[in-house]
């Protein structure tokens, strides 16, 4: 029998070593363009995951990709991650839920593109999964287009009220809930 591999260990991990400082705070503190995207991640029953960690990518308000560096710094004196300099814009951010399951990020609208990209880390995962949360339904959309309307559905944030979406992953469905679309990378 072979040893477990990292992804053949299940656990909940992610909370100890993954997080650091201001990883939801990817929006300069003040910046008037900033929104927030927020929900729950919920299981196969809707009971609220209280141990996952999300990551975001997003595209900068004026549609670049490259990012800033700056989301992991650390300090130079412990080499403890001290976490965003609360000026660049990286377009990354890693938030875990709370105790309730939920979540928040603040961010700047993307540019280009009308979604955030998530990845999603828990328990009983062995492989982390790929969603996106679309801020504004496009007009067209080639992995919109190419769901039924109820799986694409389950991209589309709610918008709250001015700046602030609702997102809301549900790892598995029903017949009264979606299960999120999770996306395949070959």
């Given at each position: 029998?072979?040893?477990?591999?990292?992804?053949?260990?299940?656990?909940?991990?992610?909370?100890?070593?993954?997080?650091?400082?201001k990883g939801g705070e990817l929006a300069p503190?003040?910046?008037?363009?900033?929104?927030?995207?927020?929900?729950y991640v919920l299981d196969g029953a809707g009971?609220?995951?209280?141990?996952?960690?999300?990551?975001?990518?997003?595209?900068?308000?004026?549609?670049?990709?490259?990012?800033?560096?700056?989301?992991?710094?650390?300090?130079?004196?412990?080499?403890?991650?001290?976490?965003?300099?609360?000026?660049?814009?990286?377009?990354?951010?890693?938030?875990?839920?709370?105790?309730?399951?939920?979540?928040?990020?603040?961010?700047?609208?993307?540019?280009?593109?009308?979604?955030?990209?998530?990845?999603?880390?828990?328990?009983?995962?062995?492989?982390?999964?790929f969603t996106r949360a679309y801020l504004a339904?496009?007009?067209?959309?080639?992995?919109?287009?190419?769901?039924?309307?109820?799986?694409?559905?389950?991209?589309?944030?709610?918008?709250?009220?001015?700046?602030?979406?609702?997102?809301?992953?549900?790892?598995?469905?029903?017949?009264?809930?979606?299960?999120?679309?999770?996306?395949?990378?070959?």
């Amino acid at each position: 029998m072979l040893a477990p591999t990292p992804s053949q260990t299940v656990g909940p991990f992610y909370g100890y070593a993954l997080p650091f400082a201001k990883g939801g705070e990817l929006a300069p503190p003040g910046d008037p363009r900033t929104i927030t995207l927020h929900g729950y991640v919920l299981d196969g029953a809707g009971q609220p995951i209280p141990d996952a960690l999300l990551e975001f990518w997003q595209a900068a308000p004026d549609g670049s990709r490259t990012g800033a560096p700056g989301s992991l710094r650390r300090d130079p004196t412990t080499g403890a991650v001290i976490g965003r300099d609360g000026v660049a814009f990286t377009g990354f951010g890693r938030v875990p839920t709370d105790a309730d399951g939920h979540y928040a990020l603040r961010t700047l609208p993307p540019g280009g593109s009308p979604y955030i990209s998530v990845c999603v880390f828990a328990r009983g995962l062995l492989h982390h999964l790929f969603t996106r949360a679309y801020l504004a339904e496009p007009d067209a959309d080639p992995l919109l287009d190419s769901l039924e309307p109820r799986d694409r559905d389950t991209l589309i944030a709610i918008p709250e009220r001015d700046g602030v979406y609702r997102f809301d992953i549900r790892l598995q469905g029903d017949e009264n809930n979606e299960e999120t679309v999770f996306l395949a990378f070959d």
